[in-house]
């Protein structure tokens, strides 16, 4: 099958492992029988102290390349900090972004490339020359798009914050009233995203955040048309009312969406989804032309990982087909 | 007394240091009786990674800060490598300079603000902001000078190498025809550099790297000019026919000079200099106009290099009185 899965940090790196676990797809075994092609968010990219940082590429690059620090989900694993210390002992802003130094170098070497004219796709295609992570990576876009979170301003206004500074710094603590994706309409799909989806057999939506991750990936002209002419099916990020993995809650009540399995697949629409898979406690939720399922959607390890993208899988196939 | 120190790296600092310790001049008690300007050689200077890298400026800052590795004599105290170490997982080139995580953030500061507009001697006031040198820092000139070294290229031609990667590549083993300061003759004194040699009382030339170092200070336009109008004693680099610290010999012979006190006095020629302290070693020496002055030249503590510096000192003062 050749799937293809639009993708933010932790959630969807969680699930991509256990989907090649299910596949048997890894960075010795790719291309045969199975491909995977990730398009990945882009819209929480920074440049801070001169260097390009793309948390969610990086993410999904260190978790299948075997580099991701494992409890903390982000970030390389044995990091170190110096770097950043010294940068605050020089006082440099902002100190709030936990820039390892193991990190430091992919930024290193991501900035230099671009500096020297490759897009987003070859340099994220360089840098999984290292990492090998068995999976196309994709950016959504060579573009420059940036999540921006609009906050009260404290005195009546209200302005914008870069999605990094909302999320890490504030710890998306700070009301939202919109999310807005600066540069989204401008932006093309990188080269490869919509061959990708135009030959998948199978989409699938990880449980990244419906607003910030796939959203944002939706916000890119023409990868949401791409996806609505193939079959999708999504796993939902929300179980029981709560966000399987913090503060995705913040994320929806700023663009008025109830924090419900239900709520968010009524958000991506039947247009774009055909199949939506909710956990046990959520069995019962319906959604107008979307054919739900509901199964165990806690990714406690790879096999209980690797059982949900199973079951991502065969409602595919099974949606795919002609209707009887 | 104000005094002018044009200096490389580590014999600059370690001779700096002494001085201090003579004047009674630091941190905590600069600009009260004495004040020590530094004319800091930046032909050494390289961007690497998108860095801008300082060596001998660093060198000066870190050791006069306390900063410095003390046993190697250049580079951070408790310094790690995991930056350097990670870009060449990478495959990064190059992979021969010691690139260190507390240093990458002084370069990533140094960086940032020269791509924000600032001249090198902005960025080196600021980050002597938090080192505290105890001298006022200047570099040679805002402008970029490379010293690059003219060795065969192994099929009867020529090449240049940047001076970096002679000195720690190739640890200076590849004969140099010639070195040359790329960019010198079209640089200017940074600001402050001319009118610091104009108010000097002395200028004391440190045992520096004749050539490459203070050489390269030399170099650019107007600095020789104005210090040959004060008066200037030089300490020698050189004790008994080798230099005190490694390679000065390989640059010395690039520009045909012999490898004496005497041979590197008269290079620098009595124009410039007004004195020379040479080793008991080299008793003898004479140098044509020039006032020689033996005395034990090892910096081998902070004691034996102020006695180096108080000499230096008393020469000057002896030589600027007028000759009864």
Redesign the interface.
Known sequence: MRIVVPAGGIGGARFLRGLQKELGVGPDSTGEEHSITVIGNTGDDITL???RICPDLDTVMYTLGGGIDEEQGWGRADE?F??K???A????QPTWFGLG??D???H??R??MM?AGYPLSAVTEA?C??WRPGVRLLPMTDDRVETHVIVDDGSGGQRALHFQEWWIRHRAALPAHRIVGMGAEDAAPAPGVLEAVEQADAVVLPPSNPVVSIGSVLGVPGIREALERTTVVGVSPIIGGAAVRGMADACLQAIGVETTAGAVAEHYGSDLLDGWLVDRADEGTSVRDVAVRSLPLYMSDPESTAAIARAALDLATELKEPRG
Do not use: H, K, N, P
Request: avoid cysteine.
């Open positions: 102290f001169g260097l170190s110096t770097v210390r010294e940068l002992a020089y006082g440099m130094d193991r430091t170098a992919t290193i070497v900035s230099q500096a840098l020359d290292r």
